[in-house]
């Protein structure tokens, strides 16, 4: 049997977990000398790369001496946690990354939580100890003081414990210890995780937690072999988690190694590979011996929190900047991502409708931001919390919000949350200027609230928020206070209409932009809805006039993203996004129907 360790490494946002992972792949000579290798090979994707975060879990290997090491790259967001809950039970043992000058953050305490449950002993990595305010002895008792109100066993509590600059390629021991290189981290990975259990001699098992796809293959699972080996061609048995077992053949075998994937003929236990065959390959399925078929448990999956309903473009510019703009293409590419996306559902809802279920907006919107790249054209609806029964009682989800925001700041911010049903459950001041809050939130009160907080903060806050658990529904959530100024013609906006417009409130649009009727063109500064008229001229006449000349100056507009203008909505609007532009819009573009609707509705 080879001489296998599997790791997962886990973090909140922004800790440095990918850029660690980067250098233990060029440290441990896994890149012949002549390979270019960017920053950040393993966010491969192009919004992963954009953001700088990471979305998809992803798994590479190296070798350091003579053993073979495999990695598994987990993202850090609330939205994404269902990636890294799977990927736990595929390891035997976890680097906990945690930055040593922002400390333990709720992310953390999520991610630190699954892998206390499922037994594994984490390695901590007190990463960035070049910061300036890094203060690691302080990190290190917070992580001691979470490990212990998670009920961590005594085993767990002697955690080891690494320093590191993973951006400059180095770990140590102790702090004294000079800056040379990984190495100290290498060793402690040897010393501190287990062997996979298990032997190639009992009959085959094996988990799949991810999928990929592939147009010629199928469907690729990635599993991790808990027992017996397994070689290309070999019969097996796939047995699914709802008791169904089928019989098929490993048409292709892929082993890992840095970012190659490599045809290989056989793999014994512990190891982790990609196999294809079938093409009813779920995330949680077993493979194992037709002769002696023992399936291991199937894999908990998180509920989806909230959900959005994606709808044909039936708008005046519909089908001008897109290539796919049909309720069919739409059903297909969402039909495609349910294959590999395993976090979310999707419904047909009919009339070209369909509700995405998923576990926040950011991941909802990932999917429409890749959508729109691939030149689908959609209408996306105001986000949704999904309602549960339990018991008999309604119930909405709960999240633990955790604010950092600065001192000046705090009573704002906690009076806007107190407005949304926010409950307060501690407050620190972390001592540069700053304060941290938590709070408990039903989601709902979250919708909207992100654009408003960074208004509050001067930009200076940082929002952090993770699924608590499900609860009696609160009562009414306060919505956005302002109304929107809509278009009430068809044309071109001009600037001299935008430059009367702008005492009305914000715009969201330059001079020269489309425009149709019931399209927004801004933010209302009063509560009510406004039709205005963004296309009128100036009208010319040959008598010149002292001070009607004066230069048009405009206030640059506030440019909506996705995520913005998904927060932005009412119940009666709409985002419509297509491959060149993001606009907003009534639900009813003409404004008597608008009018009756809302009678009816009020």
């Given amino acids: 049997m080879e001489n296998i360790r599997n790791i997962a490494v886990i973090a909140h946002v922004d800790h440095g977990k990918t850029t660690l992972v980067d250098e233990l792949l060029k440290q441990s000579g896994t890149f012949n000398e002549h390979q ?36 598994i790259d987990t993202p850090g967001h609330a939205d994404f946690g269902g990636e890294v809950e799977r990927v736990l039970k595929m390891v035997d043992g976890v680097l906990l990354l945690v930055d040593a000058q922002e400390g333990v953050m709720p992310q953390t305490k999520f991610v630190v939580k699954k892998a206390l449950s499922l037994g594994l002993r984490p390695i901590v990595v007190v990463n960035k100890i070049d910061k ?24 767990q509590l002697e955690f080891p414990v690494v320093y590191a600059a993973a951006k400059n390629g180095y770990a140590k ?64 048995t796939l047995a699914k988690a709802d008791g169904s077992k089928t019989t098929g053949r490993i048409s292709k075998l892929i082993g890992f ?24 390959l779920d995330v949680g399925d077993s493979v194992v011996d037709p002769n002696n078929p023992m399936p291991l448990d199937p894999l908990h999956i998180e509920e989806p929190t909230l959900s959005v309903v994606f709808s044909v473009n039936d708008g005046p510019l519909a089908g001008t900047e897109g290539k796919h703009v049909t309720s069919n293409k739409i059903d297909e590419r969402l039909a495609n991502e349910m294959k590999t996306n395993i976090a979310m559902r999707y419904e047909n809802i009919g009339e070209g409708k369909f509700k995405v279920s998923g576990r926040g907006e950011l991941q909802i919107t990932i999917l429409a931001e890749n959508m729109r790249r691939e030149g689908y054209e959609f209408l996306l609806g105001r986000p949704e919390v999904i309602v549960k029964e339990i018991d008999g009682v309604r119930c909405e989800p709960f999240e633990l919000l955790v604010i950092d925001a600065p001192d000046d700041c705090t009573g704002t911010v906690i009076e806007k949350l107190g407005k949304r049903k926010a409950e307060m459950v501690s407050m620190n001041p972390t001592g540069d200027g700053q304060t941290r809050i938590e709070f408990e939130i039903p989601a709902r009160g979250l919708i909207g609230f992100r654009s408003q907080f960074l208004t509050d903060t001067k930009g200076e806050g940082v929002m952090n928020h993770s699924f608590l658990e499900f609860r009696p529904l609160s009562g009414s959530v306060e919505h956005r206070t302002n109304g929107s100024l809509c278009s009430m013609e068809n044309g071109v906006a001009l600037a001299y209409s935008l430059f009367n417009l702008q005492d009305r ?20 500064s009063r509560p009510n809805d406004l039709d205005v008229n963004p296309i ?43 491959p060149i532009n993001i606009r907003v819009r009534k639900r009813y573009l003409d404004p008597t129907q608008r009018k009756r609707m809302a009678k009816q509705v009020g």
């Fill in 536 to 578: 009128k001229g100036k009208n010319l006449t040959n008598v010149r006039a002292s001070g009607s000349d004066d230069a048009i100056k405009l206030v640059p507009p506030r440019k909506l993203n996705l995520e913005r203008a998904l927060e932005w909505i009412e119940d009666d609007e709409l985002v419509e996004v297509t």
């Fill in 505 to 524: 409130g914000v715009l969201f649009i330059d001079p020269q932009t489309k425009v149709y009727v019931g399209m927004i063109i801004g933010e209302h």
């Fill in 257 to 280: 190694m840095g970012l190659e994937r490599t045809d290989i003929n056989e793999a014994g236990t512990g190891d982790i590979v990609a196999i294809a065959g079938f093409e009813a």
């Fill in 173 to 236: 021991l102790n702090l004294e210890d000079e800056n040379v290189n990984l190495q100290p981290l290498f060793e402690t990975i040897l010393a501190h995780v287990p062997r996979p259990s298990g032997s190639d001699e009992n009959p085959l098992q094996l988990q799949v937690f991810t999928l990929d796809y592939d147009n010629y293959v199928g469907k690729i699972g990635i599993a991790r072999i808990f027992n017996g080996k397994i070689s290309k061609n070999q019969n097996v």
């Fill in 36 to 71: 270019s290798v960017g920053e950040r090979v393993m966010d491969s994707n192009d919004i992963e790369r954009e953001r700088g975060i990471t979305i998809l879990s992803k798994n590479t290997a190296i070798r350091y001496k003579d053993t073979k090491i495999n990695i």
């Fill in 132 to 155: 300036p305010a890094g203060d690691p002895e302080r990190v290190i008792n917070e992580i001691f003081d979470l490990f212990v109100a998670l009920d961590a066993s005594d085993e």
